[in-house]
């Protein structure tokens, strides 16, 4: 594959298509419709031919990006397509190839934050204080652990939690916390 050559005039429009479906599918840009890719990159083509064309692109990137195909892996997949009935030219499989290779970081990372059901935790800061009044006086001078978690979403306002422990809500959070890690550590050493 000539990837690293200069893309000749022909596949700047297939480019184009592919950073459209990308901005569409993966970077959340929902003013990039069929319409616009057609209008911009593909006056002359029918539209039925426009669509068959964006299918058939949409479907071959949605490939590569869920698999993070490495090059290796793009090199095989896209020599497979160039020989399948229906599939995509030799000039195709270069424009795509060239695509992921700028691309792939940015649309993995996309992917990963798509993936995110709800937020996440971005920051922990603890102290230790001395509680100095207490409803009952047996508590007055004990240890408690203030713990505030920022959780939230990359580009949207954190929210903040504040917890109190006192040390046996500590030992308790810590066995909790082991036991996630002795299910994390068990689930990747049988990989």
């Given at each position: 594959?000539a990837?690293?050559?200069p893309?000749?005039?022909?596949?700047r429009p297939?480019?184009g298509?592919?950073?459209?479906?990308?901005?569409?599918?993966y970077?959340?840009?929902?003013g990039?419709?069929e319409?616009l890719?057609?209008?911009q990159?593909?006056?002359?083509?029918?539209?039925h031919?426009?669509?068959?064309?964006l299918?058939?692109?949409?479907?071959v990137?949605?490939?590569?990006?869920?698999?993070?195909?490495d090059?290796?892996?793009?090199?095989?997949f896209?020599?497979a397509?160039?020989?399948?009935q229906?599939?995509i030219?030799?000039?195709q499989?270069?424009?795509?190839?060239?695509?992921?290779k700028?691309h792939?970081?940015?649309?993995r990372e996309?992917l990963?934050n798509?993936?995110?059901?709800d937020?996440?935790?971005?920051?922990?800061?603890?102290?230790?204080?001395l509680?100095s009044?207490s409803?009952?006086?047996?508590?007055?001078?004990?240890?408690?652990?203030?713990v505030?978690?920022?959780l939230g979403k990359?580009?949207q306002?954190?929210e903040?939690?504040?917890?109190e422990?006192d040390e046996?809500?500590?030992n308790?959070?810590?066995?909790?916390?082991?036991e996630?890690e002795?299910?994390?550590?068990?689930l990747?050493?049988?990989?």
């Amino acid at each position: 594959m000539a990837a690293e050559q200069p893309q000749p005039a022909g596949s700047r429009p297939l480019s184009g298509l592919l950073s459209g479906i990308a901005q569409a599918a993966y970077y959340g840009h929902a003013g990039v419709t069929e319409e616009l890719l057609r209008g911009q990159l593909y006056p002359e083509a029918a539209p039925h031919e426009f669509r068959a064309l964006l299918a058939k692109m949409s479907g071959v990137l949605k490939s590569v990006a869920s698999a993070d195909m490495d090059l290796n892996q793009l090199e095989a997949f896209l020599t497979a397509q160039t020989k399948k009935q229906g599939g995509i030219t030799a000039d195709q499989a270069a424009v795509i190839a060239e695509f992921w290779k700028n691309h792939r970081t940015k649309i993995r990372e996309s992917l990963i934050n798509q993936s995110r059901w709800d937020n996440t935790l971005k920051n922990v800061n603890w102290r230790v204080d001395l509680k100095s009044q207490s409803r009952h006086i047996d508590q007055i001078n004990t240890p408690v652990a203030i713990v505030e978690m920022e959780l939230g979403k990359d580009g949207q306002a954190s929210e903040f939690l504040c917890l109190e422990f006192d040390e046996a809500k500590v030992n308790q959070m810590l066995k909790k916390l082991s036991e996630i890690e002795e299910s994390i550590k068990a689930l990747t050493q049988t990989t």
